[in-house]
């Protein structure tokens, strides 16, 4: 990880003495780290690198302080990594195989009612819908996502149903069949 000589100019002025030395001297380690967490990224290691030393750079005086500073950073690399991973996972990502192709709403109205509904449900209860009926998700998977238990999932599930059930009533389940 080689800073060009402009930054490493700006950082030697704004840094302490003993940070850069730790930087430099934890820098290599923790970018063998981060590059076999990303399986072999080179550029997404090097920023979750960057993004740890930041981090431990805004908290260096308590850090160099600290027993062992480089376990702190090292710390601080993996939660980087899994903080990313939990961002990339709600982002498009690339795919093998191409998605089935749109089919054509036969009754925009229909789903102009469903989404109304939808939005009369908690933001939990929301996104339990989606994940198990919009996105077909087992109850386990549904579970896993939102950190919930498989029982919290099915009750979710049961009340959010009952209470869109009420919303659209007998002629919508009419109009859905037919």
Do not use: C
């Not at 690198?49 to 005086?61: D, N």
């Amino acid at each position: 990880m080689d800073l060009s000589p402009t930054t490493r100019q700006a950082a030697a002025a704004a840094a302490p003495p003993d940070f850069l030395e730790f930087a430099a001297a934890r820098g290599g380690p923790l970018y063998r780290t981060a590059y076999l967490l990303t399986g072999g990224d080179r550029h997404l290691a090097e920023d979750l690198v960057q993004e740890a030393l930041s981090r431990v750079f805004v908290r260096w005086r308590r850090v160099s302080r600290l027993e062992n500073p480089a376990g702190y950073a090292q710390k601080v690399l993996f939660n980087t990594f899994v903080s990313h991973r939990r961002r990339r996972s709600s982002r498009e990502s690339a795919a093998h195989e191409l998605p089935e192709p749109a089919v054509l709403d036969a009754d925009p109205a229909l789903r102009v009612t469903l989404l109304q509904a939808l939005q009369t449900l908690s933001a939990r209860d929301r996104a339990v819908v989606v994940l198990r009926y919009w996105e077909d998700r087992s109850v386990e998977e549904t579970a896993a996502i939102l950190q919930l238990s498989s029982t919290a999932v099915r009750s979710r599930t049961h009340r959010a149903l009952h209470r869109m059930r009420a919303l659209l009533g007998d002629t919508f389940a009419e109009r859905a069949a037919g």
